[in-house]
């Protein structure tokens, strides 16, 4: 069976310090993956998403990147943590027309 | 625009009674649509979805869903509550190949 793992599951980050967020699928091949956020545990902002190694497809411009260096593999990151960029991180992974299952999510924090 | 509406925030019902979360759609051609389950500070979980066929969908933990084209609904259906039903919850409908378009979400709290 499939498993996402994501880590950490809580980060607290001081404004201006980098961010990397990791999502690791196992128990399946070339999965289409994503990353949301949820602010104030509410709507899914969806922020990137990839269908393949090296593709990624942002949807909204903004303060973070995402890479996929490995197949199962989905890396959010930012160089700069904003404020704004507090909340609750989601990745998923999706096969072909399938449903969407998420991950645990990571709490960030930015002080 | 393709879009989800759960026109409700918050549904309160007694345990035992029964439970509607409402969803309505707008999505062009023949909608893929999903309810998904979020506990506080966890990631969603998949209920039930609909693709084709049998307008009424069974899912887990005793939910189900009612398509109906005409309304363009999709509300998601427990016949008898519990108080561990007290959620977050979801409604979405894919965009395309690879999207899905979420609602704003329907907090339901089931009192004792």
């Known amino acids: 069976s499939q498993t996402i793992h994501q880590w950490p599951a809580t980060l607290v980050q001081p404004v201006g310090s980098p961010l990397s967020l990791e999502c690791t699928v196992e128990?399946?091949?070339?999965?289409?993956l994503y990353w949301y956020r949820q602010a104030a545990g509410r709507g899914l902002q969806l922020l990137f998403y990839s269908v393949g190694i090296g593709q990624i497809s942002s949807e909204v411009p903004q303060n973070l990147s995402a890479s996929r260096p490995q197949d199962r593999q989905f890396i959010l990151s930012s160089k700069k943590l904003l404020l704004s960029d507090s909340g609750f991180y989601l990745c998923?992974?999706?096969?072909?027309?399938?449903?969407?299952?998420f991950g645990p999510g990571t709490r960030l924090t930015v002080l | 625009a393709q879009s989800v509406a759960q026109p409700e925030d918050q549904v309160n019902v007694a345990e035992g009674n029964p439970l509607t979360v409402k969803c309505t759609y707008s999505?062009?051609?023949?909608?893929?649509l999903f309810w998904y389950v979020q506990y506080p500070n966890r990631g969603l979980q998949f209920l039930l979805k609909?693709?084709?066929?049998?307008?009424l969908v069974k899912g887990s933990y005793g939910f189900e869903a009612e398509f109906n084209k005409s309304q363009t609904s999709f509300h998601l259906k427990k016949p008898s509550a519990l108080v561990s039903d007290s959620a977050l919850y979801f409604c979405?409908?894919?965009?395309?190949?690879?999207?899905?378009?979420f609602g704003a979400g329907t907090t339901v709290t089931v009192r004792a």
């Open positions: 609909y693709i084709t066929g049998d307008n």
């Open positions: 979405a409908a894919q965009l395309g190949d690879y999207k899905l378009s």
């Open positions: 998923a992974w999706r096969l072909a027309t399938d449903t969407q299952y």
């Open positions: 999505v062009s051609g023949n909608p893929y």
């Open positions: 128990g399946t091949s070339n999965p289409n």
